[in-house]
């Protein structure tokens, strides 16, 4: 057929067409290879600075980054070459950034809602609570741990599949623990 295919173009023109669109483009297989995405963040690692700069302030701009990298990690393998590197790192980096925003907003007004709580808390706490807590952090982890979850209004049954112990060691414990409370309580040179 003399060279000419269908489309017009001659088999050895439509080659180096392909070739040339191929270079401009990484392959998927070879994004991850031989350092391959090593050289690809340091080359563009200066966009993914300004995005981060944009999207985050002080030290979250550091995370931000870090979330750019691992998002830019995870995504690699789904790079099929359709675009430029530059137009792949953008859209995921922007994509990650703005949900990485959407998500911050949610955490800092959740972190605002218990601060508030915390504060309304602090405000309402009789000094009285406040001297048993600190009893309660004089005694051993373990101690202590039992004594919470009694607090708690948990059954020994289920302190004690909790800690993997018997029952009748929780009662045990429990109730020197009680004991030691106490003391510690009655002589406020104990805390």
């Not at 599949?161 to 045990?172: D, F, K, P």
């Amino acid at each position: 057929m003399n060279g000419i295919s269908r489309t017009g173009l001659s088999f050895d023109r439509r080659v180096r067409i392909e070739a040339g669109a191929a270079s401009k483009f990484i392959k998927r297989s070879e994004i991850l290879g031989e350092g391959r995405f090593q050289t690809l963040v340091r080359e563009h690692v200066g966009v993914l600075h300004r995005i981060a700069r944009a999207f985050a302030a002080g030290a979250d701009q550091h995370d931000l980054l870090q979330e750019l990298l691992l998002a830019l990690w995870r995504a690699a393998p789904s790079f099929r070459g359709d675009s430029a590197e530059k137009t792949f790192i953008f859209r995921v980096a922007h994509n990650r950034a703005l949900s990485w925003r959407r998500s911050e907003a949610r955490r800092r007004s959740r972190q605002s809602e218990y601060e508030r709580l915390r504060v309304e808390e602090a405000a309402g706490e009789d000094p009285q609570i406040e001297q048993l807590y600190a009893a309660i952090r004089k005694l051993e982890s373990v101690d202590r741990s039992l004594m919470l979850l009694s607090l708690e209004g948990q059954s020994y049954a289920e302190i004690a599949a909790i800690h993997g112990i018997s029952e009748t060691n929780v009662g045990a414990r429990l109730t020197r623990a009680r004991k030691r409370l106490t003391q510690l309580m009655e002589n406020d040179d104990g805390l």
